[in-house]
């Protein structure tokens, strides 16, 4: 069964701070792999796509990695901000019109 | 949101009426997508579309259908709602190999 697992389900880190947040999946054949960020009250915005072949890439603050043997993925947040409060998605796609989305991890950035 | 707008914002109705959903795009975006969204769930898809008046089923589409009669609006209708069907819902447009696929901002229904 092609699913998508993330953890935690929710944290809570200081500003300033940095945190690592996972997912694993199990979806077959792998195309590629998203992460996004839903503020509350708003739609998801995309933050990366990674394909099978790279296993890092940044975007500002946020680098996400990705081994495509172990299936497994990460998204680390360096240096959090209050602005970083919100639900990270990780989607993975084993074709173009297909999306699988994990139920999010719940970011708090406290002062 | 990348050009893509959801009416209304907000909905309240009652069980067994008919609701439609409407969503807009400017981006041109052969594909569409209506999702929604329920506590403890990722975001399940309903319906989609790869072009005018060409749609399929995702997996949740009972008790829903959709239309597309021209490249930019894609609309949800519940035939008639009931109140398993209150939840946030999500238009997205994209999605072909590589390219992002962008969200609108939700429409918030509750079935009463």
């Known amino acids: 069964k092609n699913q998508v697992e993330q953890s935690p389900q929710s944290l809570i880190i200081l500003e300033g701070k940095n945190c690592t947040l996972q997912?694993?999946?199990?979806?077959?054949?792998?195309?590629?792999l998203r992460w996004y960020k839903q503020d509350t009250g708003r739609g998801p915005v995309s933050l990366t796509i990674m394909t099978f072949s790279e296993n890092t890439k940044s975007n500002g603050r946020y680098t996400a990695t990705l081994d495509a043997d172990t299936k497994q993925s990460s998204l680390h947040i360096t240096a959090s901000q209050l602005s970083d409060s919100a639900s990270y998605i990780c989607?993975?796609?084993?074709?173009?019109?297909?999306?699988?989305f994990g139920s999010g991890t719940k970011l708090n950035v406290k002062p | 949101d990348a050009g893509i707008t959801q009416s209304p914002r907000h909905k309240v109705t009652e069980t067994g009426t008919p609701v439609t959903l409407r969503c807009h795009q400017t981006e041109n975006h052969r594909y569409m997508y209506w999702y929604r969204q329920d506590p403890g769930h990722g975001l399940r898809l309903i319906h989609y579309?790869?072009?005018?008046?060409?749609?399929d089923k995702g997996e949740v589409s009972d008790g829903y259908s959709v239309s597309r009669s021209k490249t930019e609006d894609f609309l949800l209708t519940l035939e008639s709602a009931t109140s398993s069907q209150t939840s946030v819902y999500f238009c997205?447009?994209?999605?072909?190999?590589?390219?992002?696929?962008?969200f609108g901002s939700g429409t918030q229904l509750s079935v009463l």
């Open positions: 997912c694993n999946y199990t979806v077959s054949p792998f195309s590629n």
């Open positions: 989607v993975v796609l084993p074709n173009f019109n297909k999306f699988y």
């Open positions: 579309s790869y072009g005018v008046k060409d749609t």
């Open positions: 997205a447009a994209g999605g072909e190999v590589g390219e992002k696929l962008f």
